[in-house]
């Protein structure tokens, strides 16, 4: 939670400077943004890569189970689908990108800046902001109505870090392999889904 | 981010903490500059209530497909756990 507050306070900070003209407008013309954006991916990369005992231990998860990272991505995208013909000023894909965020509010936001813009890349940021927040608030009540699965599918990309200590509280220790599995393969579709529903 | 996933494999062996502390403050920059693009931006500025409308209707949207899928799911799973 600190840590999403410090993240989200760098973007107030930037919103500020940038709107009493502190910072010349200059330094949004080069591509720092774009260099950024290449040495993030290939820190995830190693990060992902360097971690070999995860993913032998998503080897011991029931099978059907191993569904649900992809339920997610399909749900999702549906439902911003259908939001989308109904928002006035967004259009479906827009939309579908936003979704495709999948929580993962820092990557997502940036990568739609990249593409489509700055007021995309702001719905992306609070979008995928809010379903983090939303994930954490609601695992109880989804657990209660709707299954231990609910909130994992909730958390999107989130669930092996800032939601997971949330998901085995309310859906069971017994989930956690699960859960970090199901982060790590939504994780990994965000920059790919993003990309794909910004260049359509 | 294919290639990142090599160079963490191969060099798995060292210590590789100091990296998501790279990834930490880059998130960090990127973010600074996506706010000051929004700040520097007047018709972002001026718009962003119905930005922050639009967002949480997309991720309410985006929740409530993800989660009837999974609620399918769970009852898929349970039921074959009976029989």
């Known amino acids: ?200 | 981010m294919i290639l990142g996933i090599g160079v963490g494999y191969i060099f798995r062996k060292r210590n590789l903490s100091f990296i998501s502390k790279v990834i930490t403050v880059l998130i960090w920059i990127l973010l600074f500059v996506l706010g000051l693009e929004v700040g520097s931006n007047p018709q972002i500025v001026s718009n962003l209530g119905n930005l922050g409308l639009d967002a949480l209707i997309i991720t309410l949207g985006a929740l409530l497909g993800s989660i009837t899928l999974a609620a399918l799911l769970w009852k898929i799973v349970n039921k074959s756990k009976v029989q």
């Open chain 1, 1 to 200: 939670m600190r840590s999403s507050l410090i993240i989200v306070g760098f973007f107030i900070v930037g919103s500020l400077l940038g709107y009493f003209g502190v910072v010349p407008a200059s330094i949004l013309e080069g591509d720092i943004s774009f260099y950024a954006l290449g040495a993030l991916m290939f820190c995830v990369g190693v990060s992902l890569g360097s971690d070999p005992e995860t993913l032998k231990s998503f080897t011991k998860i029931n099978p059907r189970l191993l569904l649900l990272p992809l339920l997610t991505i399909v749900g999702t995208l549906a439902g911003a689908a259908i939001v989308g013909m109904l928002l006035p000023n967004s259009s479906v894909i827009d939309s579908m990108a936003v979704g495709s965020g999948l929580g993962y509010y820092s990557l997502s936001s940036i990568f739609i800046t990249e593409f489509k813009g700055a007021e995309l890349g702001t719905i992306a940021l609070l979008s995928n902001i809010s379903r983090e927040i939303l994930a954490l608030l609601l695992a109880p009540v989804l657990v209660k109505y709707f299954g231990k699965l609910a909130p994992i599918a909730a958390g999107g990309a989130t669930t092996m870090d800032t939601t997971l200590p949330i998901i085995m509280k309310f859906s069971g220790k017994e989930y956690m392999v699960l859960s970090v599995f199901h982060g790590f393969v939504t994780d990994l579709s965000v920059p790919f889904l993003v990309t794909l529903f910004c260049s359509i």
